[in-house]
């Protein structure tokens, strides 16, 4: 019977100590991702905003070390976003509407800037269509 005892508590041992490994990794490792955002107000400017966000898989959370390494990896993304978001705001006036789309493959980013708006030089309504191309984030 004291066998029995003994095999349950190391087997219940082995499995706390896994679940324990596991949600360590867990915590140095969170889950990074691009999110566009709408504008708060509706009126004839209409440009998303791109943003990044991390998110913990640990029941415990993250950790501050390896967020700032996401966020390190994803800042050249949005530096760029940022650059083609001034240059459409400088180059065209309401009304204007443009989306961003974001897609992320196992080699590279690509940022996609898409919509219409209004040339400020000659006044007419021409199509947005931007798109860069950035290095995946390991």
């Known amino acids: ?43 004839d400017m209409y440009i998303e905003n791109l943003s990044f966000t991390v998110k913990g898989k640990s029941i415990f959370g993250y950790s501050s070390e390896a967020s700032e390494k996401l966020f390190d990896k994803a800042s050249d993304v949005l530096d760029g976003a940022n650059e083609i978001r001034s240059k459409i705001l400088e180059e065209y006036a309401a ?30 309504e021409e199509i947005i269509h931007i798109e860069k191309e950035f290095p995946r984030m390991p």
């Open 1 to 43: 019977m004291k066998k029995k005892i003994w095999i349950v508590i190391g087997l219940v041992a082995f499995l706390i100590i896994l679940w324990c490994g596991y949600e360590l990794y867990k915590y140095y490792n969170p889950d990074g991702s691009f999110v566009v955002g709408q504008p708060l107000e509706s009126t």
């Open 95 to 124: 009304p204007m509407h443009v989306n961003i789309v974001v897609n992320v493959n196992s080699e590279k980013i690509k940022v996609l800037f898409e919509g219409i708006g209004t040339e400020k030089s000659n006044g007419n």
